[in-house]
């Protein structure tokens, strides 16, 4: 036997001296499309994408292989549906979904990448190439990568220990016990001894890893040495569930007499000494020891909301070959036989949201730590086992060194090698890789590896998610795209758990304006479910998400909100953003963006802002001649701002003087102490000076530290300090109430300056708002008609261009300056809005058709514009559908030269006009209101408005009926759980009006 091996002092610390926190840093790959890169130049003209958006701005969905049934049938029916409504494509999602919650299982098709599901696959290939859709692929079946081809030696791992104390000063020769672990499974990684603590000294050592599937609700905290050491170690998450903020992970606590650091030259290390058994043999010097037995299991983790067949172990994110085997075995014979469509119908893959639990663990983290971090790890496993290895402030930034690892090791051989294989095949990927469940990541290093970073935002719902910082995690992902140099911001959009059926386009609107205020510029709607029409109808569906397809009672009308998003899409994605504050978020892991609104630099509500990573930072920020801090591809920002905590790594310094010294200007506090381990006593003194250099001796002063052609701020909140650096106001809204709420966004190209501008309330607001643009005439470009204007009435003052504006209620626009400022007053009397005026109100009677296959009458008389769920006939009251309301009325003659408007007063859910034979478009959102003046002729007129209600009403309706005799068929069994459901408003309401203006 080997003699056993202690780590001296000296050794120690010339360890710490060659670990000098190396980052992982890589500078940005290309996207696999040059026209996924952003660019200062539009990608077309204007008014072109906007009458016809092309392809990269046209909505996708997530298109649910709900259990794997469906059919060819069914696949050619959704994709021909999807090119008539003007949809750009959808993301092929295998998955279950189709039990959970208030759903019910439904037929299992074939297991996903079986023979006969490829050839369903393959026919979906070749539908959307003859169609000209776009395509993505889910890599496994449901979410977490894995699958049954997946072994227990390849899946998620988490580190284990056992304690046992031994008296010294002779031989010991006993079996240590293995580790508590899960399943059949465990490996040993090292055996280690240090003096154990008098006894009742310690407090009692954490439990064993919890169970995998980690709860949303925080559990009280095991006692340890280090606050939240499990969470710090990362055998739980950090907080809550989703993006939770982590700063407290940098905390050490106060030193107690329980401490009992263990000096480095106490250590020792009896790996050596222990047989493959566990039999431990050692002549152990005098002394009480705690021997450790340091080993490795699966952490749990399993491939979640899987079809039947799919499920299995979920890989190991941390291991390259992991991945490279899932590829082979799985993914290498559907790629094979789709050869034909890759990178035509086919052209991004996709892997899901991280919801496998936390990780802290691989078979290589010993040599990937020390490549990474420059030091050894073996010497601070202890810390894993509750105990102090050196001192508080070391054994911290030991466990802050293993986040940053794991993140990294995430990012390296998980993203970027998925990111390879895809390239190689010409296809894109679009994985959900920031979270936003709160995985061991530095959201934004994962989702810059992407050619189209990915993120989701979720629809109101009164049970899940019911707080705006648990439904948007936008704003990291437009930072992703804007730092990284990418034109996309994509999000899965309309999640929610709860209603069915129970959204149009109207409610979900305000979500994508929000989302679109954020840098949100191309939705993939959750959730498509292709429902073959043996299933009925509704069909099936997926337990979660606004259910849209071919089935869902607007279809019909439903290309009239995509061309909302499309259009909105298009404008959203030319040119480069405009933000004024670059903050970096810091090193400390898990790293998140979340909402707009946290506005962590203090920028809002009249700058905006982009966050950046330490692998953005480092690798594509640089200071340009006019001291701005510029990426690669043309954006600049006056400010860099760092988050206020007190740890930061030397790397990240240095850079920051460099920076600063070629004049930047910086604003944050000086950090305390670096944030890991590495470089030695030079380090220190390193970041000492650093520190001095750019803060100065008065680092709290009111007045800016110079540094070089640079200068350094204290914590100021940016609003304040870009005034001072000349910077004004990019948006700023005056008018309304106190709770008024004017969004937007800002885009530039180099011809034109764009706008996005939403009414956050459901009220009309009225005020004036300033622009940061000069010498331009405004232009009112509204993405739900697709009417442009220019606006007549604008005054410019010095840098700004002060613009009278109105909104309805929840309504949003683009104001785009474009060409020059006429210079010439405007027209007397001109306005920027009109409003109309009653001409003539359209009263009952009116006649209205309902369809007898849905149990309404044919025909109805409706003497006054009532509440179909309030109806005292059955037929009626359980209504969904499509319905028609006719009327014939005699028109008065209008002003000359005035404008005639119907407008329809309020609804539900959509309408569809039509006036003497003329279609008029489909009304979604209010005001409902149209332009009949040229439809709309003297003396008689024929008005038809078809009204769309929603499917619970129907649905809740056939529960009182028998089984055999009801019209709805449907997994979804929350219509069923209760007879006295509240039934949904519906109809046409009113009042119905023609009105005039100008």
Known sequence: ???????????????????????????????????????????????????????????????????????????????????????????????????????????????????????????????????????GLNIQSGW??????????????????????????????????????????????????????????????????????????????????????????????????????????????????ADAPCRPEDLINLTARVDAAGKLVWDAPPGRWSVLRFGYTVSGAHVSTCSEGGEGWAIDYLDATAFETYWQRVLAPIFAEAKPYLGKSLRFLHTDSWELGPVNWTAAMPAQFQRLRGYELTAFLPVFANRIIGSREISTRFLNDLRRTLAELIAENNYRVFARHAHALGLGIHPESGGPHAAPVDALLNLGISDVPMGEFWAPSATHRTKPEQRFFVKQTSSAAHV????????????????????????????????????????????????????????QA???????????????????????????????????????????????????????DDDPAGAAPDYDYDVIDLNALLTRTRTDSTGRVALPDGVSYPLLSITPHDAIGLPVLRHLATLVRGGATLVGRPPARPYGLGGGPAAETEFAALVAELWGQNPAAATPHRCGRGQVFADTPARELLPR?????????????????????????????????????????????????????PELWDPVTGQRRALPVFAQEGAITRVPLR??????????????????????????????????????????QFDPAWGGPAEAIFTALTD????????????????????????????????????LGELKNLAEVTLNGRPLGVLWSAPFRVDVTDALRPGENALRIKIVNLWPNRLIGDQHLPKETRRTRTNIAKFELSRNQTLLPSGLFGPVQLLTAR
């Open 1 to 135: 036997m080997s003699a056993p091996t202690t780590v001296p002092a000296a050794s120690f610390f010339r360890l710490l001296g060659l670990g000098v926190c190396l980052a992982w840093v890589a500078a940005a790959a290309a996207p696999i499309r040059p026209d996924l890169a952003s660019s200062l130049q539009a990608t077309q003209p204007l008014e072109e994408g906007w009458q016809n958006p092309p392809q990269l701005a046209r909505t996708r969905v997530w298109w649910w292989w709900l259990n794997g049934n469906v059919t060819k049938a069914a696949l050619t029916r959704d994709l021909e549906e999807m090119k008539a409504k003007g949809l750009g494509g959808a993301n092929v999602i295998d998955a279950g979904g189709d039990n959970q919650r208030d759903a019910r299982r439904v037929p299992h098709g074939p297991d996903f990448g079986s023979p006969a599901w490829r050839e369903l696959f393959l026919h979906a290939l070749a539908e959307a190439d003859r169609l000209g859709l776009e395509l």
């Open 144 to 257: 977490n990568l894995g699958g049954p081809t997946v072994t227990i030696e390849e899946s998620a791992k988490k580190l284990v220990y056992s304690d046992t104390i031994v008296e010294g000063g002779a031989r010991v020769e006993t079996t240590l016990p293995e580790p508590m672990h899960r399943e059949p499974f465990y490996r040993d990684v090292a055996v280690l001894a240090l003096p154990a603590p008098p006894p009742g000294a310690t407090p009692p050592p954490p439990p064993p890893p919890p169970p995998a599937k980690t709860k949303s609700k925080e559990k009280a905290q095991p006692v340890t040495l280090l606050p939240r050491l499990a969470e710090k170690a990362y055998e739980r998450y950090p907080g809550i569930f989703t993006a939770t903020t982590a700063w407290h992970l940098l905390e050490t606590g106060d030193a107690t007499p």
């Open 484 to 539: 990284y140099g990418l034109r996309i911001s994509l999000a899965e959009a309309f999640t929610s758990i709860g209603p069915h059926w129970e959204e149009d386009p109207r409610s979900l609107k305000a979500s994508f304006d929000r989302a679109a205020c954020e840098g949100h510029n191309l939705t993939m709607w959750h959730t498509f479910d292709c429902s073959p029409a043996e299933m009925g109808l509704p069909g």
């Open 542 to 596: 997926y337990f979660a998400g606004s259910h849209l397809n071919p089935n869902t009672t607007w279809w019909p009308q439903a290309g009239a909100f995509f061309s909302y998003l499309n259009r909105c899409h298009f404008l959203l994605q030319q040119g480069l953003p405009v933000s004024d504050v670059l903050h970096f978020y810091g090193e400390n892991i898990p790293s998140f963006v979340r909402l707009k």
């Open 725 to 777: 650096l000349g910077v004004g106001r990019d948006f700023a809204w005056t008018g309304g109430e106190a709770d008024t709420l004017i969004d937007y966004i800002h885009r530039r190209t180099d011809r034109a300056e764009i706008y996005f501008v939403a009414n956050r309330q459901n009220r009309r607001e009225s005020g004036t708002a300033a622009f940061r643009v000069t010498g331009r005439r």
């Open 807 to 848: 909104f309805e209620a929840e309504q949003a626009f683009f104001v785009i300056f474009r060409e020059p400022a006429p210079t010439t007053a405007p027209v007397a009397g001109a306005i920027n809005f009109t409003d109309p005026t009653p001409l003539q109100t359209l009263s009952g009677p009116w006649t209205v």
């Open 868 to 903: 179909w769920s309030q109806h005292a006939e059955e037929g009626i009251r359980h209504y969904s559908g499509t319905a028609v309301y006719v009327k014939t009325f005699n028109a008065p003659a209008p002003a000359p030269g005035a404008r005639v408007l119907l407008d």
